[in-house]
């Protein structure tokens, strides 16, 4: 079966004579075997492995970054005990190292300068960036007092600078991951479950029996221990439904694709309950035991038949029937997933609210196949000074937003922009670890915000759009070159991950705990960062959990025995929900109370007039939103993005695929870039779908500058949830122009 | 609708979208290895027949063309390598399933035999620059004795150059354009065409002239016969074959295979030749010209639109 | 044995993890790769099936770019993996001609390279970088002459296809359907 090279070459030496000779020499001198091993030897890299845990995304999957001799990170390999990646990293995560090498990345601290009348950035010391922070510190807090400076803020980086902020005294902090992401979800399923439902997300995946994605695309959004627990669940011959207008991936890997019309999920899920209900599937002892407003409920969704639904989604009553029957059979092993990106419409509470009821129908919170109780450990507080009490912060600013549980960024933001009516009066903002360009719709106010800032300070690692907003500029170095917080995440068995640096800083970058420690000494805050090197602080910790930094030096994660109780519910004994009630709440009272609709309801929302199409957003396997963009592995596997448009748009507009075209959206906003075209099947007709991310403006990133479109820039309206203040960014409607805006206004 | 698209984006030099690989000094070199092969091939047969007197541009003055041909070429093939200081690994194993190694082979034995063959006529064609040393005096008189059998060796190693420089080709199963059993022939027949258009371009006697005329509008028959058999043969096939196909006659490549190499190569040269043997007068260069022009342009086309036929999957 | 990887198509997503894994582990410089994915597209709103999947060298049983390699850079070892010695190979690119997969490319140092099964970590007892990594763990890699094997086991029971059958390649990369 296999053919032996040097066999070979003994033929062919026979028949060759004396010019074989001299190469049949050659081939022994090659094959030697004491030979072979040396080269081996010399060809087997020598790597050291340090403990970290990733920062391309939010997942934070604990890994090993392996350095060679010459103290390059080579290669990032899954920490096999991590309950995050199970060993196993996604792209992202493996292409760590591209964040790491990028030569475009943030090389020294930057100020903003004038030179010749033209504003620009110089280079400049780190003491002379940090004293000029320093004395803007000092300068807000006395003229405007502390809370008008903001902190928006993402991932490690952002919990440093939390604590300079809350010890400097204020607590003016928001990050997109709420408002402009996840916030809706935890804030309908806090209001049916009494808890939110975190990251990672509770559910049961691989054991489910059931799983019901709902614009939820798994397997496009790299969330690495759901997409390994999909595979699973795919193995075990799990029944997957999606919900999805778009031929997501998901969708393709699903026995039931609902090809849904957009913004209309709602009215799906309450014809849903409607069969669960009348069809008595439901977990009838689960319901009776554990939930209230069940009868409020029955009522509520008597008439929202198959038949009702279908006129709004378009999907077929027996198919509809068909699904419910599904879940329902899959009972209580079934999983309405929850999504992470849910701000879509405005009502987008109101639709986790569905989710939530839906789960409690057919049983699955708490229950093996469905949701575990997921348990965390507490890392202990390094000892500083209580913070002061800021006179006014987060929750003011969203007062309006009764259920808001975090600052929501947008409302942070319109308080930069001076008006009488204005209470709580930002004037400086911090922003670090996310790109506001491109995850903080409405553009136009943004910009208006810091053009009217005082002070602005970015830190990152790399020169990202909003970087060209600030007036100082500050290197990060990456999550491979630092010490960080401890990782200290819930899921079915606490545990524990570390970061500690592979190599030394690149260039004049510095970690974000750095930064917040010579800021906070700077104004007078050293007692908060009583430490030389936030190493002190993880070991002061690792010691009080009854670990050291060496010992998780050699295992990168520890796991801890659960505390909370069992991972499902105790069927003999009583389990109170931590709601008002105690129960899950089918019917929400707090909602009533609060003047919005105790039980969900549809309502129809704007739909693309004509020769517009919906724009859709989404996400790609191999990229964070906008922070992979310039990776070099990332941005060789995915250099820009593509307009998804169905074929039949594509004959009316005349498109092909690779043809460049720009965008307006309803408010006349036009692409900075153009995009290029993917003429597909996989998109419906009413709607143009993109990957989020791309259409970078900042020169700086030679990989990323010009590529795509940026979808964030044609968001210019958002329907904003009532009840916790999620901004909708699914409404906007955009028409396709095929020849350059740019070029006709020049003429 | 079917959409096939790279998820992954792949764009490796020289590689995607359609391999690149192999670029004009290959061309080249097939054209000239097909060119020394069909000079080679009658100079061999005149001299075996015994009448090399009568036709000396053919055994004489055109035999000067093939060891610069074959070291150009030979050249223009390391020209293209990418790691070429590792030439020499050719020689230190013969591969006989691979075309690429024993054509190294034939063509390390034919380079030097041609060298030798313009040697043992240097007297004749250099009677004006005497062999300085007595050794080369030597070496020539003993070529010159060896001449036939040296016509022996040619004629077979000619005709393996010849199909050689198809079979290079033909050998790719990944490229459905060159995978057909017609290209060694076919490349045979247009090199040993070659071959006769430049005796005719060199040859002073009309004897010689004729004869080539007549031997070059036969070989061009049977070349645009072996091309119809060629484009037939796909007809007939699998889909990528006929993929191939409509690149040669529908597609980006018809202007220059049609116009370039059938019409203007061989069938306007055909004509022409059949006119100058029917006794009109016709300027026996333009014809010559034409074929040479025409068998360099099929080269190219051939390796060029080869390299853009795949499998699909 | 016979070393042979069996994806499953039901699993793939498509991440592109194996490409990333691939180049770190193999220094395939930025811009090249030894994998990659590709996605097919069948249908018409809403009936749509869509096929992705991870595709490399498929170390032919009968490989033709070891049969058209003038040097022996090309070779076939223990298992069935087709190798390139770097150092013998003049890069003279009918390898890379021959293959119906266009796994191979020239390497910016001018010898071909391509996927090798990682030979270099199947020898230390582990599996390719690309299985090791993949997150959808769609990826099998093993011993097709063991019956008892994983990938044997699959073969066995499950439909698959390889690809470009009709070249007569004999390819050891499997594909689940």
């Keep these: 079966m296999v053919t032996s090279r040097r066999k070979f070459i003994k033929i062919s030496a026979l028949g060759l004579g004396g010019l074989a000779a001299t190469s049949t020499a050659y081939k022994l001198f090659a094959s030697n075997p004491i030979l072979d091993a040396a080269i081996k030897e010399n060809i087997a890299k020598k790597f050291v492995r340090s403990a970290t845990y990733c920062e391309v995304c939010f997942w934070k999957c604990a890994a090993w970054a392996y350095t060679d001799t010459n103290g390059d990170i080579k290669k990032i390999i899954g920490n096999e005990t991590d309950p995050h990646c199970y060993g196993r990293l996604c792209p992202r995560g493996t292409g760590g190292v591209g964040m790491y090498n990028d030569d475009d990345r943030l090389k020294t601290p930057l100020i903003r300068t004038t030179i010749n009348g033209e504003e620009t950035f110089r280079k400049a010391s780190w003491d002379e960036a940090l004293d000029l922070i320093a004395s803007k510190f000092k300068h807000i807090k006395n003229t405007y007092g502390a809370e008008s400076f903001a902190l928006l803020k993402h991932g490690s980086p952002g919990k440093h600078l939390e604590h300079l902020f809350k010890a400097y005294g204020s607590d003016t902090i928001a990050e997109p991951a709420y408002a402009q992401c996840r916030g809706a979800r935890e804030a309908g399923f806090a209001l049916t479950y009494g808890s939110w439902v975190g990251s990672p997300e509770p559910t049961d995946i691989r054991d489910t029996k059931c799983l019901v994605l709902i614009g939820s695309h798994i397997g496009e959004n790299m969330h690495n221990s759901q997409v390994q627990e999909m595979s699973d669940a795919i193995d075990n011959g799990a029944t997957i439904i999606t919900v999805d207008p778009r031929f997501s991936t998901a969708a393709s890997k699903s026995q039931h694709w609902l090809a849904i019309k957009p913004a209309t999920d709602i009215a799906l899920m309450l014809a849903w309950m409607n069969v669960l209900i009348e069809e008595e599937l439901y977990d009838k002892d689960y319901v009776k035991k554990y939930t209230t407003g069940f009868d409020e409920l029955k009522d509520h969704v008597l008439n929202f038949t198959p038949e009702w639904a279908y006129g709004i989604t378009t999907i077929k009553p027996e198919e509809i029937r068909k699904t419910a029957r599904k879940m329902a059979h899959a009972s209580p092993s079934v999983i309405i997933h929850p999504g992470r990106h849910v701000s879509w419409y405005g009502d987008d509470t109101q639709r986790a609210r569905a989710m939530a009821i839906l789960n409690g129908l057919l049983g699955s919170w708490g229950r093996r196949g469905g949701f575990y109780f997921k348990e965390s450990i507490k890392v202990p507080k390094f000892p500083h000074p209580d913070y002061p009490h800021p006179k006014w912060d987060w929750t003011d600013i969203g007062e309006k937003f009764p259920l808001a549980q975090m600052g929501i960024t947008t409302e942070v933001i319109k308080c930069a922009i001076p008006s009488e009516d204005n209470k709580y009066p930002v004037k400086a903002m911090m922003v670090a670890g996310t790109n506001i360009t491109k995850s903080i719709p409405e553009k136009k106010l943004l910009e208006e915000a810091m053009d009217n800032l005082e002070f602005m300070v970015v830190l990152d690692t790399m020169p990202m759009d909003v970087t060209g907003y600030a007036d100082v500029v500050l290197p990060e170095c990456t999550y491979l070159e630092r010490y960080d917080g401890i990782r200290s995440a819930t899921n079915r068995e606490p545990s524990i991950a570390v970061r500690v640096p592979a190599v030394q800083p690149k260039y004049d970058s510095k970690p974000g705990w750095w930064v917040a420690k010579q800021i906070g000494e700077r104004i007078g805050l050293g007692e908060y960062f009583k430490y030389d090197d936030y190493k002190e602080v993880i070991e002061w910790q690792l010691n009080k959990m009854g670990t050291s930094l060496e010992e998780m030096n050699k295992i990168g994660v520890k796991h801890f025995p659960r505390k909370s109780g069992p991972l499902y519910l105790d069927e003999d004994k009583n389990y109170e929900f931590p709601t008002e009630s105690g129960k899950i709440e089918l019917y929400s009272k707090e909602l009533k109370n609060l003047g919005f609709d105790p039980l969900p309801v549809y309502t129809k929302h704007p739909e693309p007039p004509q020769g517009f199409y919906r724009l859709n957003y989404g996400r790609a396997p191999m990229h964070t939103f906008s922070r992979t963009a310039n990776n070099p592995n990332l941005n060789d596997l995915k250099s820009e993005n593509n307009l998804w448009v169905n074929p039949k748009v594509a004959r009316i507009i005349g498109l092909k695929t690779g043809q460049s075209v720009w965008l307006r959206n309803q408010d006349k906003i036009t692409s900075s870039f153009s995009i290029k075209v993917r003429v597909t099947e996989r998109i419906r007709w009413d709607s143009v779908y993109m990957v989020h991310g791309f259409g970078h403006n900042n020169k700086k990133l030679t990989r990323a500058f010009g590529k795509g479109i940026n979808d964030t820039q044609m968001i210019s309206k958002v329907a904003i949830d009532p009840i916790m203040g999620g901004t909708g960014m699914r409404g906007n409607f955009v028409e396709i122009l095929t020849e350059d805006p740019h070029k006709t206004i020049e003429i | 609708m079917q959409e096939e698209l790279f998820t992954s984006g792949r764009h490796i030099p020289n590689i995607d979208p359609s391999l690149e690989i192999w670029h004009w000094p290959i061309s080249l070199y097939l054209f000239l290895g097909g060119l020394a092969a069909g000079l080679l091939f009658f100079a061999g047969v005149v001299t075996i027949l015994g009448k090399d007197k009568e036709y000396p541009t053919t055994v004489k003055y055109a035999s000067m063309v093939p060891p610069v041909a074959l070291s150009l070429g030979l050249l223009a093939l390391v020209y293209d390598l990418t790691h070429p200081l590792y030439t020499w690994q050719l020689y230190t194993t013969i591969r006989l399933e691979s075309p690429m190694s024993w054509g190294a082979w034939v063509l390390l034995i034919t380079t030097p035999l041609s060298f030798m063959w313009v040697f043992s006529y240097y007297s004749e064609l250099f009677p004006k620059w005497k062999l300085k040393f007595k050794f080369l005096n030597k070496f020539e008189k003993f070529l010159k004795k060896n001449r036939k059998n040296m016509a022996y060796a040619l004629v077979p190693l000619s005709i393996i150059l010849g199909v050689y420089t198809g079979i290079l080709l033909s050998a790719f199963n990944a490229r459905p354009l060159w995978n057909n059993a017609i290209l060694g022939p076919l490349f045979l027949t247009s090199g040993l065409s070659t071959g006769a258009a430049t005796i005719i371009l060199l040859a002073k006697n009309t004897k010689e002239i004729h004869l080539f005329s007549k031997i070059d509008l036969a070989l061009i028959i049977i070349e645009l016969g072996l091309i119809v058999h060629m484009i037939m043969g796909m007809y007939a096939g699998s889909e990528v074959q006929l993929d191939a196909m409509n690149l040669l006659i529908g597609g980006e490549f018809t202007l220059m295979f049609f116009g370039f190499v059938v019409i203007l190569g061989l069938i306007v040269p055909g004509i022409l030749e059949a006119l100058e043997i029917k006794g009109y007068k016709v300027p026996v260069a333009i014809p010559a010209i034409l074929i040479l022009i025409g068998g360099l342009i099929f080269r190219f086309v051939m390796v060029e639109a080869g390299q853009i036929t795949r499998y699909l999957y | ?177």
Aim: net charge negative; glycine share 8%; charged share 20%.
């Design chain 3, 1 to 177: 044995m016979r070393y042979a990887m069996v994806i499953d198509t039901l699993k793939c997503v498509g991440c592109s993890d194996c490409v990333v894994a691939c180049q770190t582990e193999n220094d395939v410089p930025i811009g090249y790769c030894r994998d990659w994915i590709t996605e097919t597209v069948n249908g018409a709103y809403p009936n749509i099936e869509l096929e992705l999947k991870s595709e490399r060298c498929n170390h032919c049983e009968n490989a033709p770019c070891v049969r058209c390699c003038p040097t022996g850079a090309s070779h076939i070892v223990e298992g069935g993996i087709v190798l390139v010695t770097g150092d013998e190979c003049i890069g003279c690119g009918a390898c890379i001609e021959s293959c119906p997969y266009d796994a191979r490319y020239q390497h910016p140092d001018g010898y071909v390279d391509k996927c090798t099964f990682c030979h270099h970590r199947l020898e230390k007892g582990q599996l390719p970088a690309c299985v090791s990594v993949c997150p959808t763990k769609c990826m099998y890699f093993g011993d097709l002459d063991n019956p008892n094997s994983e990938v044997s086991r699959l073969l066995k029971n499950r439909k698959w296809k390889t690809l470009a059958p009709e070249a007569g390649t004999k390819p050891q990369v499997y594909y689940l359907i």
